[in-house]
């Protein structure tokens, strides 16, 4: 049974960091594309971040870029997202997701078969 667990949410000030971890287990995660995505109160479930398990090739949002860092490590069958210089805009619940097909990335959750429950990440102005 796949599973994908989100941890390190939590409430920063502007400006700050935090780092969010997605545990995933029960299948070969090798041939995926992990992704995060956030979704605020009241709005639609946004892309943030994507990265193809195989190669580390990586995918951001353009809200994201330059400050947020997608990254895995292969031993712990984990994805991390680094935020930096966060803004209240971040604000939301973030979310891990596994999608099978590898081929592109894309900011499409359609086709992330895999989620998690996610994690709160609340930023204060």
């Known amino acids: 049974q796949v599973q994908l667990v989100e941890s390190g949410g939590g409430l920063v000030q502007a400006g700050g960091s935090l780092r969010l971890s997605c545990a995933a287990s029960?299948?070969?995660?090798?041939?995926?594309?992990m992704g995060w995505f956030r979704q605020a109160p009241g709005k639609e479930r946004d892309f943030v971040a994507s990265?193809?398990?195989?190669?580390?090739?990586?995918y951001y949002g353009d809200s994201v870029k330059g400050r947020f860092t997608i990254s895995r490590d292969n031993a712990k069958n984990t994805v991390y997202l680094q935020m930096n210089s966060l803004k209240p805009e971040d604000t939301a619940v973030y979310y891990c997701?596994?999608?099978?097909?590898?081929?592109?990335?894309?900011?499409?959750?359609?086709?992330?078969?895999?989620w998690g429950q996610g994690t709160q990440v609340t930023v204060s102005s």
């Open positions: 990265i193809r398990w195989s190669d580390a090739s990586t």
């Open positions: 029960g299948r070969a995660f090798s041939t995926y594309i």
């Open positions: 997701a596994a999608r099978s097909d590898s081929r592109w990335h894309t900011t499409s959750s359609l086709g992330f078969g895999y």
